[in-house]
């Protein structure tokens, strides 16, 4: 794209942006109040234990 496309594009998405529209990329703010408070691994790492806890529990009522 030429310098010219990129500065009318640019005045485009300001426009929009000013007369209410959202905008495509949300800030940085809104990106971290999406955010789980806990970790991905984390919370692997709590199911594994749960899930893998209940098991055990399952095996030894059945076989003991």
Same mark, same amino acid.
């Not at 496309?5 to 949300?26: I, M, T, Y």
């Given at each position: 794209?030429?310098? &010219?496309?990129?500065?009318?594009?640019?005045?485009?998405?300001?426009?929009?942006?000013?007369?209410?529209?959202?905008?495509?990329?949300?800030?940085?703010?809104?990106?971290?109040?999406?955010?789980?408070?806990?970790?991905?691994?984390?919370?692997?790492?709590?199911?594994?234990?749960?899930?893998?806890?209940?098991? &055990?529990?399952?095996?030894?009522?059945?076989?003991?």
């Amino acid at each position: 794209p030429t310098q &010219f496309e990129l500065r009318q594009k640019n005045a485009q998405f300001a426009d929009a942006v000013r007369s209410g529209k959202k905008a495509v990329k949300p800030s940085r703010q809104e990106q971290l109040s999406k955010r789980s408070p806990i970790s991905l691994w984390a919370l692997g790492i709590i199911l594994f234990v749960v899930i893998g806890g209940v098991l &055990f529990e399952l095996v030894r009522l059945i076989f003991l």
